[in-house]
């Protein structure tokens, strides 16, 4: 159809005779909230989480920073942004990013 439910609602079909126009439009306001991760060296993978469903098209890869602490800049601290890595996940709650070789060797 015209439209794609974000969480794979499945949606019927109607005649065009029957279709009504939308009274109105409220977007999705809300901010990701990330609930768990998991990065797999093994596997070039960066396992996301999300309370609800990301549209993978929004997520900006290139925006993530892992760090060896809670703070980059303690005594010992690290961080890196990710720069090559991608991901081709479908509209969910999980995201998978995989790591570029680039990005593993950092």
Known sequence: GMTQDMSHN????????????????VGDSSTAV???????????????RFADVIDPSSLIVGGIVIQNGV??????GRSYRLTTSSTVSPPGKTMLVHLSDADLLG
């Open 71 to 76: 703070r980059s800049t303690a005594v010992g």
């Open 34 to 48: 990330l609930l768990a991760y998991n990065i797999s060296f093994q596997q070039n993978t960066l396992l996301l």
């Open 10 to 25: 499945p949606s019927t079909a109607i005649l065009s005779s029957a279709a009504l126009g939308a009274n109105g439009y």
